[in-house]
Every structure is written in structure tokens, then in C-alpha cells.
């Protein structure tokens, strides 16, 4: 099921263009005084281009706050966010916005998808903001990959979770983007369409050498990673390369009763 770059198991370290992207001693606190959470607590990882991740951890480790400061939808309260060789922290408003928009997908626990657009105006909404023609073959293959070419006149109301779940992972890999970030993909959705979602992403490292990162706490979802990061309480603890959903439950219950 898995597969991976050449050398990625060699001792050499990549090179920085072989980072999609990365973390760099980042922490994110909120609240003050009697208040303050420590969320992220100096986390550094690295993700390598055209590799599947996964991120998991017990409730409350950081791990949705982790794949938002990557993603650009949260800022961190110290240290550096880099998605290929742009640093996060410099840009403008503007500049976030535009790389989010090119750069990143997003496949999302809700779909967020609009209810009054039809499944093909809502994989391209993206594009469409930004005044960018679809790749006309690179849509057509991720579209029939996805098995969504006899849906795309169709609107979300009319479409099951799984279908709605395969239009957001559409929309996220219709612009190409260098990365693709997933919080929670499959949670809302029965095991069959969760399958789907997943053998989705799979195919998108494998197939189209796209980065997925996603965050789960489902280690059959994990199991489909090239690796898997464990985080507790704001820190990595631990990592798994070739992982299986049973090697994931095994360190997930060491982890939780530690």
C-alpha cells in the first residue's frame, strides 16, 4: 500500500527542496496567568514532498493546532512556519491568503462546501477566485479517479457524505497544490466512504506525487501514512515509519498510559 521517494532511507538529510514544508521550534499559547494553555510546546518536524502523513495524539495534544499553524489558518505565538521555502510568519495578509488559495488544499472533517453551487462550481471555486483556468487533464483525472464524472451537475443536498467528502477532496487537489492538508477527513463519514477518502489521498501521493498531512485519531486511517507523528501534551513524543493500524493503536495506548 505504501510507497515512497527514492532515498528517503538513506541518512542523508533532505535538502530543502524536498520539504513541502516544516516547523521550526514552534509553540502557540493561549489564554494568560491562571489560564494559559500550552497547545504547541517547540515542536520542529519536518514533512517531505510526495509523502503521506499522519498526525495523531490523545485529546487535547495539539494536533489540530500543529496542521493549522502549518496551514496558515492559525499563527503561532513563536517560531517559524515554512511551506516549501516560504516562511509564513513574513507575509502579508495578502500574500497568506494567495498562498493558501494556490499552494495548499484542504480537506476538511465538514465538507464546506456550498449549498447552492453544483459539484464541479464547488471544485473549482478555488480557482475560480483566483481568475486561474483549470489544468483541463489534471481535473478530468482527479475527477474520474474520485468517481465524480456522472455527479458534477449535482448539489451537495443531493449527494451522500461520501460524495460530498470526494467533491472537498476534489476541490483540494484540482489546483495542484504543492500540499494537501486534511483535519479529521474521515470523520463524519461510514467506514465504506472513509475507505474511499482515504484510498483517495493514498492515490494522490502514489499517483499524482502529491504531500498529504493529515490529522486523525483513527489508526486505520493511519495506517494508510507513510508515517505517522505523535504528539502529547504540545510535544512530539514519537514516530512510526511503514506504520499499520495495529502498530498505531499499540503506540497509541502505550501513549496514553503514560
Known amino acids: 500500500m505504501t510507497s515512497h521517494a527514492v532515498g528517503t532511507d538513506t541518512a542523508e538529510p533532505a535538502a530543502p527542496t524536498d520539504v513541502a514544508a516544516r516547523a521550526i521550534d514552534l509553540s502557540k499559547v493561549y489564554g494568560a496567568g491562571d489560564t494559559l494553555v ?7 518536524v519536518e514533512f517531505g514532498k510526495g509523502e503521506f502523513t499522519a498526525i495523531m495524539g490523545p485529546s ?46 484542504f480537506v476538511f472533517q465538514a465538507f464546506n462546501l456550498v449549498p447552492t453551487l453544483t ?5 473549482t471555486l478555488p480557482l475560480d ?18 468517481g465524480l464524472t456522472d455527479r458534477l451537475t449535482h448539489r451537495p443536498s443531493e449527494l451522500s457524505g461520501g460524495q460530498q467528502q470526494r467533491v472537498a477532496c476534489a476541490r483540494a487537489l484540482a ?66 515509519r511503514d506504520p499499520t493500524s495495529e502498530s498505531v493503536l499499540d503506540k497509541m495506548k502505550s501513549l ?3
Open 38 to 44: 500550552t497547545a504547541l510546546d517547540g515542536v520542529s
Open 60 to 105: 487535547g495534544s495539539g494536533k489540530s493546532t500543529l496542521m493549522h499553524c502549518l496551514a496558515g489558518l492559525d499563527s503561532a505565538s513563536s517560531g517559524s512556519v515554512r511551506i516549501g521555502d516560504t516562511d509564513l510568519p513574513g507575509l502579508s495578509d495578502k500574500q497568506m491568503t494567495r498562498l493558501r488559495r494556490d499552494r495548499i488544499g
Open 119 to 123: 459539484a464541479l462550481e464547488n471544485i
Open 129 to 146: 477566485i483566483a481568475g486561474r483556468k483549470p489544468d483541463q487533464d489534471w481535473l478530468d483525472t482527479v475527477l474520474k479517479r474520485l
Open 175 to 240: 489546483g495542484k497544490p504543492e500540499i494537501v492538508f486534511g483535519d479529521e477527513p474521515t470523520g463524519n463519514l461510514d467506514s465504506r466512504a472513509s475507505e474511499e477518502v482515504l484510498n483517495i489521498l493514498r492515490a494522490a501521493v502514489d499517483e499524482f506525487g502529491q504531500t498529504v498531512v493529515i490529522v486523525t485519531h483513527e489508526p486505520h486511517a493511519a495506517g494508510y501514512a507513510d508515517r505517522v507523528i505523535f504528539l502529547a501534551d504540545g510535544k512530539i513524543v514519537d514516530e512510526l
Open 256 to 258: 496514553e498510559q503514560a
